[in-house]
């Protein structure tokens, strides 16, 4: 039987600057807290705007274990601490040279470029995997997003009546991956 998922609200970030934030490849010993994670980000409403894969034990182990070809990713508060943001670089296990970036941070943690810090260590992994370009789809109404990926660069045209789709060219954005 597994944990229950904690639903309480994450500590709220820390004043001032002694706070070890890491991006780390996403391993089985992150798989409780990133379920809590999603669990927070599901209760608060979000889950509207970010659903990559079931936010189920089942579907996320086998991501944590094997990545399957992909690239998953946690932004943690110390080396065990929470999972405040989560982001992933899908589409080269179906084969695809352009990878698709998607990511979420916790919404206690909002507002301090914690999703600025995890776009671009993405960003990093897919041009050291060799990819020339990004995509991503986004709702119109995702203002918060939109304004994050616009100032990296990318460029939206229209996917459907609700959702952008935004592309990067990463050889044309290297100081824009310098944060
Ligand atoms: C979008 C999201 C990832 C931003 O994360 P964040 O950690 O708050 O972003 P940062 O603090 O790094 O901000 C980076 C930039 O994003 C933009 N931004 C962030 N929050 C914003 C807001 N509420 N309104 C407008 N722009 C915003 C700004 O351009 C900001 O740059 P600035 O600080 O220089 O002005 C976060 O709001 C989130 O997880 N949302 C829910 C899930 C989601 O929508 N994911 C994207 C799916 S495509």
């Keep these: 039987m597994h944990a229950a998922v904690n639903l309480l609200p994450s500590a709220p970030p820390p004043a001032g600057p002694a706070i070890d934030l890491r991006c780390r490849r996403l391993t089985p010993r992150h798989v409780h807290d990133l379920l809590t994670f999603l669990a927070r980000l599901t209760a608060s409403g979000d889950g509207r705007l970010f ?3 079931a936010f189920t034990r089942e579907a ?3 991501l944590a274990a094997f990545g399957q070809g992909d690239e998953y ?3 943690t508060s110390g080396r065990d601490g929470p999972v405040i943001a989560y982001g992933m670089l899908r589409g080269w296990k179906e084969g695809y040279t352009t ?3 998607g990511i979420a941070v916790d919404g206690q943690w909002r507002g301090q470029g914690i999703g600025r810090r995890l776009v671009t260590h993405l960003h ?3 041009a050291a995997r060799g990819a020339r370009t990004l995509r991503l ?3 119109r109404s995702n203002t918060a997003a939109l304004a994050l990926y616009r100032s990296f ?3 939206f045209r229209p996917f459907s009546e609700i ?3 935004g592309s990067l060219n990463l050889a044309a954005a290297p100081t824009r991956m310098a944060a």
């Design 51 to 53: 659903h990559p894969h």
């Design 60 to 62: 996320v182990e086998p």
């Design 73 to 75: 990713h946690v932004l």
């Design 99 to 101: 990878p698709s970036l």
């Design 124 to 126: 990093r992994i897919a």
């Design 137 to 139: 789809k986004v709702y």
């Design 153 to 155: 660069g990318y460029e």
């Design 163 to 165: 959702e952008w789709l």
